[in-house]
C-alpha cells in the first residue's frame, strides 16, 4: 500500500473528527459566529505565514528536483489562491495590521507551526513534506465535501470555493504521487518518522478547529 492512503487510515479519526466537527458543520450551516471566523482568519494567517516559507526552506534542504519543483509550485498556488481569498476577507472583515500585530497566537497554532519546522530542524525534507502534506489534503476533501451542499453565508461559500475546484484536486494528486516515491525510497526509520509526522500534523487539524471554535486562549 503506498504512503499516503496508509497515512490516511492511520490519521483517520482526526481527519473523521475533522469533517464532523462543529465548527465545519457551522460553517456550511452558515450560523458560524462571526467572531468565531474572525479569530479563525487571524490565527490562520499566522499559520500560512509560516506554511509558505516552509515550502521554500525545505526546497532550500534538499537536491531532488522534483521536490524543489513541487513545493515552488505549491508557494506560488497558495500566493495566488488561498493567500489572496484570505487578503479579501481581511479588507472585507476591516482587519487591520493593528489588529493583527495586537492579536496573541493561540496555542495550537503556535504548536502546530513549531512541528513543522522542527521536522524539517530535526528531521529530513521527507519528513517535513510529510508533515505539510494533510493541511492541503484534507481542505481539499472538505471543500469537496461542502461544495455541493454549500452555504448560505457567501463569504463561507467563498471559503469553501477555495478548495473545491479541479486544480486543488490535481494540486494533491501530484503532492501524493511525490509523498508515495518518498516513501517507497526511504528506509524503515524515516518512513517511520514520515507517517508519525503526517499523524501529528493531522491532529493539530483538527485541533486548528476545536481551538477557533473556543477562542483559544494561553
Not at 483517520?12 to 452558515?30: E, K, R
Not at 532550500?60 to 506560488?76: G, S
Not at 453565508?153 to 475546484?165: D, M, V
Request: hydrophobic share 40%; proline share 4%.
Amino acid at each position: 500500500m503506498t504512503f499516503t492512503k496508509l497515512a490516511r487510515e492511520e490519521a483517520a479519526v482526526f481527519w473523521d473528527g475533522s469533517f464532523s466537527h462543529p465548527f465545519i458543520q457551522s460553517l456550511a450551516a452558515g450560523d458560524l459566529a462571526p467572531e468565531i471566523f474572525r479569530y479563525y482568519l487571524l490565527q490562520d494567517r499566522y499559520y500560512l505565514e509560516h506554511f509558505s516559507k516552509l515550502y521554500h526552506y525545505i526546497a532550500e534542504q534538499t537536491d531532488d528536483k522534483e521536490i524543489q519543483a513541487q513545493l515552488n509550485e505549491n508557494a506560488k498556488n497558495l500566493e495566488l489562491g488561498e493567500l489572496a481569498i484570505r487578503g479579501e476577507f481581511f479588507t472585507e472583515l476591516a482587519i487591520t495590521e493593528k489588529e493583527i500585530a495586537e492579536t496573541p497566537i493561540a496555542p495550537t497554532a503556535y504548536n502546530y507551526v513549531s512541528h513543522m519546522y522542527r521536522q524539517l530542524i530535526d528531521g529530513t525534507p521527507k519528513t517535513a513534506i510529510a508533515g505539510m502534506l494533510p493541511c492541503a489534503w484534507l481542505y481539499q476533501e472538505i471543500g469537496v465535501r461542502l461544495i455541493e451542499m454549500g452555504s448560505p453565508n457567501p463569504l463561507y461559500q467563498r471559503w469553501i470555493k477555495t478548495y473545491a475546484g479541479e486544480e486543488a484536486v490535481q494540486g494533491i494528486e501530484k503532492e501524493r504521487a511525490l509523498l508515495d516515491r518518498l516513501y517507497q525510497e526511504s528506509g524503515k526509520d524515516e518512513q517511520r518518522k514520515m507517517m508519525e509526522a503526517f499523524v501529528i500534523s493531522s491532529k493539530m487539524e483538527y485541533d486548528f478547529w476545536e481551538m477557533a471554535l473556543t477562542l483559544e486562549k494561553w
